[in-house]
């Protein structure tokens, strides 16, 4: 089956460094996401990776490995308004993502 | 570029009326949508993916003929909850895609569903 596994909740103090990690089993691979999600709203766009690598974009950072079927999200210099949840989602061969369950983030002052 | 707007926002319906939710591509062909279910505290969960012009083909629990699915345009798909239920409650996303190439998925700011 296909699978994607992160954890339910952190937290981190603001102005501090948080990684969020992802490990996957799917059907195939075309991709690896990173969406933002606030409380009561759509999710957003964070990162997209399908090389192994680091990106970097500002503040967050998405790193990939394909062959451990891994992946994580790294946030920098924490803001309060970075409490969300993130979703990390794999594209599979079908072109459809398979979503993991999200890691609720609490920034603590 | 690449918005997609949901319509409505919000609603309440009263239990055994139904209800319709559009979903539109602003500025994009959206050759495929996908509509998605939230309950609180919990993860996107996919219900359904359509094609412009065919058939939506629906995930495993999904009751089609309770959420029916229309995909008549490049830039429109509607899901309609038929006989709605207070289990039916809760917060449906749709998300767009150009093409197969295209890898990015655009999601609309969702619609939340109270059935009373």
């Known amino acids: 089956g296909q699978n994607i596994d992160q954890p339910t909740e952190m937290t981190a103090t603001e102005g501090a460094i948080v990684q969020i990690n992802c490990t996957y089993q799917?059907?195939?691979?075309?991709?690896l996401f990173w969406y933002q999600q606030h409380a009561g709203e759509a999710p957003t766009f964070l990162s997209y990776n399908v090389l192994d690598g680091l990106e970097e974009k500002g503040r967050f950072s998405s790193f990939l490995s394909r062959s451990k079927g891994y992946s994580y999200l790294l946030l920098k210099e924490l803001q309060m308004k970075d409490s969300a949840s993130y979703l990390c989602?794999?594209?599979?061969?079908?072109?459809?993502?398979?979503w993991g369950a999200g890691t609720k983030l609490i920034i603590k002052p | 570029g690449a918005v997609v707007s949901q319509h409505p926002s919000w609603v309440i319906c009263k239990s055994g009326t139904s209800v319709k939710i559009e979903c539109r591509s602003l500025?994009?062909?959206?050759?495929?949508m996908f509509w998605y279910r939230q309950f609180p505290k919990q993860s996107l969960m996919l219900m359904a993916t359509?094609?412009?012009?065919?058939?939506?083909?629906?995930e495993q629990g999904v009751e089609k003929d309770k959420f029916l699915i229309n995909h008549a345009s490049l830039t429109l798909s509607t899901l309609t909850v038929t006989s709605a239920h207070p289990e039916d409650s809760s917060f449906y996303i749709c998300?767009?895609?150009?093409?197969?190439?295209?890898?990015?998925?655009?999601f609309g700011p969702g619609t939340r569903l109270t059935v009373t």
């Open positions: 500025d994009f062909q959206a050759t495929t």
């Open positions: 998300s767009a895609r150009a093409g197969t190439s295209d890898y990015e998925q655009y």
């Open positions: 989602a794999v594209m599979d061969s079908n072109y459809q993502l398979i």
């Open positions: 359509s094609n412009e012009g065919s058939k939506a083909t629906y």
């Open positions: 799917t059907s195939g691979f075309n991709g």
